[in-house]
């Protein structure tokens, strides 16, 4: 597609159990990264898949966090047993071209209650 | 760990007022880049400064970039209600092969009709 789209827009989701959330990126773009934001924060760095290299995962904030990207295209970002601090909007972006910004899709919202 | 620190973190204008935001990073750049963010959800890329320029102009939006002082000021000239956002400055740095996008803060831009 031309931009990037995220689902599920809004999860809300009960202490505990999993969640999965989605990134289809703009069609043809190797790289993708996942960002989180809390409330009223700036973006925190999760992960990036470049291509076929592995990614660098070094801003996940726990092993309950992890993310695939399969066939080069879509992402899927899973946090396992989600707890309350995991409430936040998690962006996914792609790069517009090689070196001229990114292009983000418009986040999920996750509520854990 | 947040690589921009945006300064100030709010500001109050009236329309037709310039408004100036600031970002500091800390350490080597590619580029630096500013993103808008209206309601907490995606983001729109601005701008993209190169580390070997110095002032870059967009419609009514200006961008410097001082190398040496590791700071970049975004200028919005002749605001207007629709300005109405936060902004958030982003450096673009290579890792290890690996480019990395890392955010500011950011500034709450509130324009007063």
């Known amino acids: 597609g031309a931009g990037v789209s995220q689902s599920p827009s809004n999860k809300v989701t009960e202490k505990g159990k999993d969640v999965e959330l989605r990134c289809d990126p703009i069609s043809g773009h190797t790289a993708l990264y996942w960002y989180r934001q809390s409330l009223g924060q700036g973006l925190e760095f999760l992960i990036y898949f470049q291509g076929n290299s592995a990614p660098d995962k070094s801003g996940l904030p726990s092993d309950r966090f992890s993310a695939e990207r399969t066939g080069g295209s879509v992402s899927t970002l899973t946090i396992q047993r989600t707890q309350q601090e995991d409430s936040a909007v998690y962006l996914c972006a792609s790069p517009i071209r090689q070196g001229e910004g990114y292009t983000f899709g418009s986040g999920t919202r996750l509520t854990v209650v | 760990s947040q690589q921009g620190e945006e300064d100030p973190q709010a500001l109050s204008i009236q329309e037709g007022e310039n408004a100036t935001m600031n970002c500091s990073y800390k350490?080597?750049?590619?580029?630096l880049q500013w993103y808008r963010q209206n309601s907490g959800r995606g983001l729109v890329h601005l701008i993209l400064?190169?580390?070997?320029?110095r002032e870059k102009h967009s419609g009514r939006l200006r961008v410097t970039l001082d190398t040496s002082k590791k700071s970049s000021s975004l200028l919005i000239t002749a605001s207007r209600a629709a300005d109405t956002a936060s902004y958030f400055c982003?450096?673009?740095?290579?890792?290890?092969?690996?480019?990395?996008?890392?955010f500011g803060t950011g500034t709450r831009l509130t324009i007063i009709p």
């Open positions: 400064i190169r580390s070997n320029e």
């Open positions: 350490t080597s750049i590619n580029n």
């Open positions: 982003a450096t673009d740095s290579f890792f290890f092969g690996n480019e990395k996008l890392t």
